[in-house]
């Protein structure tokens, strides 16, 4: 996974990008395949805040979580991150699963079709 980091009023530490590292690298097996992620930590008077920005497949995913200690609003933001993705992962494999309904809201069958 492609990392990018931005540090806005601030640097971004060696701590900080092994937690966002680790964070995604979990994320990364729960989406699979090639992805890119773009982590910005910001400083804005005593608020700390982290975005995380990941885009896999044509998605993008966004979380912005606001703290007063970057470590803990980085690890809020890849929580909400994950969660947005394991909702995503359910979301496409019930569809998948479901079957397809017609116009009239009744399921298509062969059987149906043979009967009449």
Do not use: F, W
């Not at 773009?38 to 008077?45: A, F, N, P």
């Amino acid at each position: 996974m492609l990392i990018e980091y931005t540090g806005r009023h601030t640097t971004v530490t060696e701590k900080q990008k092994t937690q966002a590292e680790a964070g995604l690298a979990q994320i990364g097996k729960l989406v699979g395949g090639t992805c890119s992620a773009h982590v910005i930590l910001t400083v804005d008077k005593y608020r700390q805040i982290a975005e995380v920005t990941v885009v896999c497949s044509g998605q993008s995913l966004v979380a912005t979580c606001e703290g007063t200690e970057m470590s803990t609003a980085l690890h809020d933001a890849l929580a909400k991150l994950e969660q947005q993705v394991v909702r995503h992962n359910q979301k496409t494999t019930t569809m998948k699963r479901h079957p397809k309904m017609d116009v009239k809201g009744a399921l298509v069958t062969d059987l149906e079709d043979v009967a009449v």
